[in-house]
C-alpha cells in the first residue's frame, strides 16, 4: 500500500521539518510513504476564506486518483488511539485499498468538494494545532501505528 499525506504550503518551521524528515525516513521501512507540498497560494488579495479553500481544494484533488482512498484530517473527523488508528490502517491493507491518501488542509480547512471526495475524517484532537505541527504529529502517529502492528517495541501499553 502507498500512502500519502498532502498538505498545504512548506513546513518552515525547521524544528518540525527535522521531525518530520526524521518520521518519514523511518516510514520507508513499512510503507511506500510520499509527502505531496501543494506551494501556498499567492496573490490573495481580499479574497474571501471560501475562496481560498475553493483553490486549494483544486490543488488538492489534483494530487488524488480516481481510486484513492481520501482521509482528511479533520476537527470533526473521528478519534482513535494509537492501537485503534492501527487497527484502521490494518483494515485499509485487508481491503487491498493501494493508496491511501491523507489531507492535511489549509488555515480555512475543505473545500466542499475535497469533502465530497472523501472516504473518511480522522481528528487528531478535539484541540486546535498550528498545521505544521500537525504533520509531524500525524507521521509519528503514522509511524506509531505500523510499530505497532509489527510487535515492535516502541508504542508502550
Known sequence: MTIKL?????????????GIEEYVGRLK????????MIPALKNLG????????DREGQ??????????CVVLLDEHG????????????QKQMNAGTRTLAFVIGGAFGFSPAVYAKATHKISLSQMTFNHQMVRLFFVEQLYRAFTILHHEKYHNQ
Not at 521501512?29 to 505531496?36: A, G, I, P, T, W
Not at 481580499?46 to 479553500?53: F, G, L, N, R
Not at 490543488?59 to 484513492?68: G, H, N, S, T
Open 6 to 18: 498532502i498538505v498545504v504550503s512548506k513546513t518552515d518551521i525547521p524544528y518540525l521539518q527535522t
Open 46 to 53: 481580499k479574497a474571501s476564506p471560501e475562496e481560498v479553500k
Open 78 to 89: 473521528k478519534e482513535y488511539t494509537s492501537v485503534g488508528f492501527s487497527e484502521y490502517l
Open 29 to 36: 521501512h513499512y510503507c511506500d510513504f510520499e509527502l505531496v
Open 59 to 68: 490543488l488538492i484533488l489534483k494530487q488524488v486518483e480516481k481510486a484513492d
